[in-house]
T-cell receptor, first 111, second 111 residues
Framework: EDKVVQSPLSLVVHEGDTVTLNCSYE??????LLWYKQEKKAPTFLFML????IEKKSGRLSSILDKKELFSILNITATQTGDSAVYLC???????????FGPGTRLSVLP | DGGITQSPKYLFRKEGQNVTLSCEQN?????MYWYRQDPGQGLRLIYY???????QKGDIAEGYSVSREKKESFPLTVTSAQKNPTAFYLC??????????FGQGTRLTVV
């Protein structure tokens, strides 16, 4: 059965801290791993990773995938209160039939 | 603008009633999905459809039904057989390239 595990489930930091969120997965016929940020309603897309070792970067956020060890990390540097959200990791299979989501990491950034 | 529209945003259901949640997309995507999210939990797949007139059960399909008569539309009916329907429901579609686009969600409450 396809599975996605995220850690930690909850994290509280202060503005300016750097955080690393973890996502490990087991999926048959892996196609891609995606990171989403969910604030109040729908998740918003952050990154899609398909190849190992290639870092994707967007401002203070970056992510990398390790297909051998079956995990990905999402880094956020110089955190701001606006980064407070639930960060969801999802994997899709090669047939595009299913997106399996992890439980999410709830990040709280305190001023 | 291209996107996914879910309606209504908030829905109240009495015990024993069926209700239908609407999901429409103008992205020309083939695949559409329905997820349920409970507080503090990730997204769980209810149903998905890869093509018009075809759909498959996800992990928690019991008490739900769907139809896919048009490419743009994938309505979800929450039947009276669903014993615990209070949740946040998200509709998504994918282009086949891997990324999922989400609607803004419908919050269903049983009264």
């Amino acid at each position: 059965e396809d599975k996605v595990v995220q850690s930690p489930l909850s994290l509280v930091v202060h503005e300016g801290d750097t955080v690393t969120l973890n996502c490990s997965y087991e999926v048959t016929n892996f196609r891609s791993l995606l990171w989403y940020k969910q604030e109040k309603k729908a998740p918003t897309f952050l990154f899609m990773l398909t190849s190992s070792g290639i870092e994707k970067k967007s401002g203070r956020l970056s992510s990398i995938l390790d297909k051998k060890e079956l995990f990905s990390i999402l880094n956020i540097t110089a955190t701001q209160t606006g980064d407070s959200a639930v960060y969801l990791c999802a994997v899709s299979d090669n047939y595009g039939q299913n997106f399996v989501f992890g439980p999410g990491t709830r990040l709280s950034v305190l001023p | 603008d291209g996107g996914i529209t879910q309606s209504p945003k908030y829905l109240f259901r009495k015990e024993g009633q069926n209700v239908t949640l609407s999901c429409e997309q103008n992205l020309n995507h083939d695949a559409m999905y329905w997820y349920r999210q409970d507080p503090g939990q990730g997204l769980r797949l209810i149903y998905y459809s890869q093509i018009v007139n075809d759909f498959q059960k996800g992990d928690i399909a019991e008490g739900y039904s769907v139809s896919r008569e048009k490419k743009e539309s994938f309505p979800l009916t929450v039947t009276s057989a669903q014993k615990n329907p209070t949740a946040f429901y998200l509709c998504a579609s994918t282009s086949g390239l891997g990324e999922a686009f989400f609607g803004q969600g419908t919050r269903l409450t049983v009264v």
